[in-house]
């Protein structure tokens, strides 16, 4: 996903430089999806080992659907996409189920539920940069990934008092995501009031907690 990503900043020096290290990190994405299928899945399946930052690994690959845009690789972020969206209605019942029926979750790794809200949300961001029309019933999807929103909001209300742990990276980027595809609905779907103070909410939160997850990583850091 990093490497996705950071195939864009060099679009001003390097086009074909920038599409090289897209389709490298989509090439090791797929290789890790491959990797982690057949020893997690095939071999020796334990659903109280399966955690929400699974879908990182399948409907994640969906980073290259947003940043297909740039690259002008629409056409190819469109099948990454479907491939995302067809993860995430596999494993959303199975992780829900687990969750659900299997909730003697480790302190350390609660933080993880909030994964669910990167999944569903970079799946909807996905959609929004590598289509060419933008379906507008797609609101709907937004509806559930908002409710799914106030739920990891929750969340992080419970959690607020747990220890420190590395997994506390959970509350960064599945709320970074939700803003951009909150802003992504309001410029390509429905630009109306509501949605626009849903996004500023979402980007000072987001900014917050980013910050306040930084200064707790810093302090675990230096106390090692």
Known sequence: ???????????????NISLFIWILGIIIHILLILYFT???????????KAYACIFVLYVGINN???????????????????????????????????????NNIPENNK???????????????????SSEIINKHVIYFYIICFLIYLFCLYKVYEYRNIKF??????????FVISAKATNGICVNVLNIVLIKLIFYFQLIFCTIIVLYVFI?????????
């Open 1 to 15: 996903m990093g490497l996705m990503s950071f195939s864009i900043y060099f679009l001003n020096y390097s086009y």
């Open 38 to 48: 057949n020893n997690f899945f095939f071999k020796k399946f334990q659903i109280e």
């Open 64 to 102: 290259g659907a947003i940043t297909s845009n740039d690259l002008n690789q629409k056409e190819v972020g469109h099948i990454i996409y479907l491939f995302g969206l067809v993860s995430l209605i596999f494993l959303f019942p199975l992780i829900f189920y687990r969750y659900l029926f299997y």
């Open 111 to 129: 933080p993880l539920i909030l994964v669910f809200n990167a999944a569903t949300h970079i799946t909807l961001e996905g959609y929004i940069n």
């Open 165 to 174: 742990y590395p997994s506390f990276s959970a509350f960064t980027f599945p």
């Open 216 to 224: 707790l990583y810093l302090n675990f850091l230096f106390r090692q």
